[in-house]
Every structure is written in C-alpha cells, then in structure tokens.
C-alpha cells in the first residue's frame, strides 16, 4: 500500500524529477539579453493553449475599483495533472481593506467547459469569458451566487510579452523542449460592471490588470517558488513576475516584468530584482514570511531602447490579506503524507500595501504615491 500510494505521489509531486542541472532551461530572459525584450501580442497570443498533457493554464483579472478601498481578482483555471482529468474551475476574491470582515472568497468547478471562436473565448454552464476584438473581455458568470459577475475589460495599454514568444523552455534539448512557462500582459486595463457579493451589488469600476498564462507541464516540477507585484497609480502600472526552478534545474531564477502608462508601454524589463529585506517565520507554516520587499525595474525604453529606466520600491508590507494554503483541498492525512515524502507544502501570501514609487528615465526622477499587491508563493 505504501509504495503504491507513494509511487502516486511521486508522480503529482515531481519527487522522481532527476537533477538536469540549469542547462536544461532556456529562459525567455537568456533570448532578449542585449535587444529589446519588447514584443507586442500575435494571433496565437490570445488563444488558450489547452495541452491534452500535464498543465495549468490561467486567465486572471485583478481589479482595483476607483473611489474604493477594494482589491478584487476573477480568474480561470484549466488544469490537466497527471493526464487523467482536465478540469476547470472559476475564482473570485474581493478584499476590503477596510472592513476585512465583508471580503469574499469562491471557488467553483465549472461543468460542461469549452473553448470557442479558435480558442479565444470559454464557455460553461453558467459562465462565459469572450475575447471581443483581440481589446475587450466579457466576463458573465453566475456558477456561484455569492459571487455573480458581470463586468467588461477593456486594453488600455499596449499588451506586451518579453521577446517572440513570450516562453521559458524546459529540456535537455532546446530543439525538443518537454515543458514551458509562458506569460503575456495586458499591463493596465479599465474595467466597468459589478460583481454581487452575497446579495450586495459592488461597482468594480476602475483599473486592472489581466494576464494569461501556461505552465506546460507538472507545475511543481517547473518552479518552487513565484513572486508577483503589481505597482498602481492614476500614471503608472508596473508589473513584475519571478519564478524560481527547483534544484533538478539548477534553481535558476526567471524574472519579466514592465512599466506602462495609459497608452505607452515605457519598458519591458529582464534585469529585475527582488529582496525580500526582512522577513519573519510564519509559525503555522515555518516559511520565511516577507515583511519588507525591495523591486527594482531595471531596463531601458521600449520605443528606441537607448535610455535607462529604472523603478523602485522599498515596501514594508501592509496588512497580510491572506494565507492560501494550495493544498486545503485534500484530505488532512493526505496533506502530510505529500509534505512528508516531497517536501512540497504550497503556501501563497497576498498583500496590498500604500508605497512611493521612485522611476528614473533617462536621468528625469520622478517620485509618485502607489499602491502594491504582491503575492508570494512558497512551494517546495
């Protein structure tokens, strides 16, 4: 029995992965350096992958509604582990950073699922997420009465991925990769609509960001941990995102990230940090809990990429809005025997903290108020 529960966990977990050793990940970040990593969206961009192998792919939506203290998010999960089952499953979180006793959690499976007109939209029983040209996202879903959606996302800034594809390889054969990460951005977007939240209509009007991405492959064998922000103003957005490999890929770190304003991307960046300045152990779950992240942008303009453009932000982090704990779902012995045998014990922490943000292009400083949401994810 237990060698056949542990060969199984063995297989989700990724605890047969040999050790390949960091030449066998080809970076997105290796393919830009020395040219502009500032790429626009293709046709293909806009489509959902769907792989028939081992996979998660996500659409997510975060949401910053004006004239509010609110932090909202909806996203889309399609997910195949194992090859067994592909399923898919819809979220949607609101934080009210002021009455922490009105935020909202759902998370739903979604019944008889499919991708339409060439993949760009999703369909369930009760939900739809439609592509409007290639500019608009339409999202209606009432799978979960708690949650009832109705809002329209629309492109604000030029969308971006970091150089042609967009997509960190995974092989010891650059030619024939057996897994990949890909992300692309919609880094600033206006958002219109509501969502009904146990009973009560919210207005979600205001700024956003959406991004699409595809780990092809098992997710814990791709990275070990992740790290994410999202920097806001009425001016400025900056997006960063950073994974980290597991030691078989020699625990290299891959970090994209951008600065846009309403209609101009300013910078694409591959040269980014970030240092977690201070930390505290999380009793609960013994991760090293940030309490201080340092980001830096660093990169150059994406129109010419002749001048320097540097953001930054030291920020000691607000409020924590929330502890995922990614296995919750299974059962508690189950749970342990995971952690127990893989050392796999996933734990997502959120944020959303007021910041300065400190940009310099081309030598012109400019120091503005912001606010940060940043997530940081502990896997093995």
Known sequence: MRAWLQSNISYLTGTTEPVYGAEAIQPVTATVQGVNPYHTLD??????????TSHVETQVFYIRPKNSNLMCFVQLIHSNLGSWTTTAQSTCRIFDIDNPENDLWTSTNLDQFSFENDRTCFRAANISIDLEGNHTYRIRSSVNMDSIIDIVIHQESPPFKIGESGTSNYGTDPTKPW???????????????????????IDVSGSGLFVHALQNGKPQHLASSWEFALLQNPRYTGVMMQFKTPPSYGSTIVNVGGLVTNDKVLAVTVDNTIDHVDVTTDPETEWPEPTRIAYDWVGKDAETYQKPVHLSVDAPLGRRLQRIDVLSEIPTWLRGFVHNVSGTKPFIYQYLTPVTLKLNIDGEEIEEKATLFNETTFIS
């Open 43 to 52: 046709e293909d961009d806009y489509r959902w992958s769907t792989p028939s």
């Open 179 to 201: 897994a990949s990460m890909k992300h692309v951005f919609w880094p600033r977007t206006r958002v219109e609509g509501n969502i009904v939240s146990k009973g009560k209509v």
